[in-house]
């Protein structure tokens, strides 16, 4: 059983522990494979001197055990004409994959970017070679609106794209 709340600063090392080894795998986010701790933190739990006003945090905990399996940023896409769509991102805990912890958090965020009046969410980096997230997504409802050919460097299949995936809320 999971319960979802808020992340406090105290989540911090247990994020850390599932945000790593995806930084340094290097294989679905766009982001620095040396990212060291004080980068990661700024990246995925920045606090309030933030640089995004609309930055929610939220950890899916363990019931049984207490621990933290994994963790989500729920934001709007954009700013100011473009603020009533929102994006995600997703992380969850090595061991903790296949069972339905990335399902249930993302349909918990869904409610939670419903409940803060997006109208939509769109993800603008879905790695293409990515496919169990890839059809996590389209499994709730996702669509591919386009795809930038090349744009992720994949360490072990190159140059691959990065799908655009929308859906409405």
């Given amino acids: ?3 979802f709340r808020m992340a406090v600063p105290e989540d911090w090392p247990a994020i850390w522990d599932i945000l790593q080894p995806v930084a340094r795998a290097g294989e679905t986010y766009c982001w620095d494979t040396s ?3 004080a980068a990661g ?3 995925w739990l920045p606090g309030p001197a933030g640089t995004d006003p ?3 945090v939220l950890v899916a905990v363990d019931t049984a055990t207490g621990r933290v399996v994994g963790t989500a940023q729920l934001h709007a896409n ?3 004409n473009g603020a009533h769509v929102a994006n995600a991102s997703f992380l969850v805990a090595a061991d903790a994959g296949g069972r339905g912890v990335g399902r249930a ?3 918990h965020v869904l409610e939670e970017a419903r409940a803060a009046g997006y109208t939509a969410m769109q993800f603008n980096a879905v790695v293409q070679t990515n496919e169990r997230a890839v059809a996590l997504w389209a499994s709730l ?3 591919i609106v386009g795809t930038v050919p090349g744009a992720f460097l994949h360490p072990a299949t190159g140059p691959t794209g990065l799908h655009i995936m929308h859906r409405p809320l």
Avoid: I, K, N, Y
Wanted: hydrophobic residues 45%.
């Fill in 54 to 56: 609309t930055l929610v």
């Fill in 1 to 3: 059983m999971l319960r």
């Fill in 105 to 107: 958090l993302a349909g």
């Fill in 141 to 143: 409802g996702f669509t």
């Fill in 78 to 80: 954009r700013g100011g």
């Fill in 41 to 43: 933190r700024l990246e």
């Fill in 35 to 37: 990212m060291d701790e």
